[in-house]
């Protein structure tokens, strides 16, 4: 069995990690992250990276790549608790996805407490920073 295909689609706002609330997201940007992520997982691992603040561009990236890849791991941010499109996608196609939030939603605002595409992930990761990207490509192996 060759390497297996999994990208990482981040949402809104995530382009700024880094910099926006560090003292909850960390001072690490995600393109830093994945430079890592792509080499501990270089030898099982073909990894792509998208990113966009559009509901819409994520939904067509979830249909590009939902019938072809080995998994997505997905961090809709604040689509998370407003997107019903994105679950719909999510339903529509056959990859599984895992759902990864930085943060413990949970802990934070009551409206983070739901999720609309909980119910069409294959697991849920949250609150282990960005590591949980890390569980995440996991899963797939």
């Not at 792509?38 to 099982?44: G, L, P, R």
Request: net charge negative; proline share 2%.
């Amino acid at each position: 069995m060759g390497k297996r295909k999994i990208i990482i689609i981040n949402g809104p706002n995530l382009n700024l990690l880094g910099r926006r609330e560090p003292e909850i997201y960390g001072y690490q940007t995600f393109e830093q992250y994945f430079e890592i992520l792509k080499d501990k997982f270089s030898e099982t691992v073909d990894l792509e990276y998208f990113q966009s603040n559009h509901e819409g561009a994520l939904i067509d990236k979830i249909h590009e790549v939902g019938f072809y890849y080995d998994g997505i791991v997905l961090n809709a941010g604040a689509y998370t608790h407003t997107s019903i499109a994105i679950a719909d996608a999510m339903a529509g196609v056959k990859t599984p996805v895992v759902e990864v939030h930085i943060s413990n939603v949970h802990a934070r605002e009551s409206f983070r407490h739901h999720s609309y595409i909980s119910k069409h992930s294959k697991g849920i990761i949250i609150g282990f920073g960005l590591r949980g990207y890390d569980f995440a490509v996991q899963t797939f192996l």
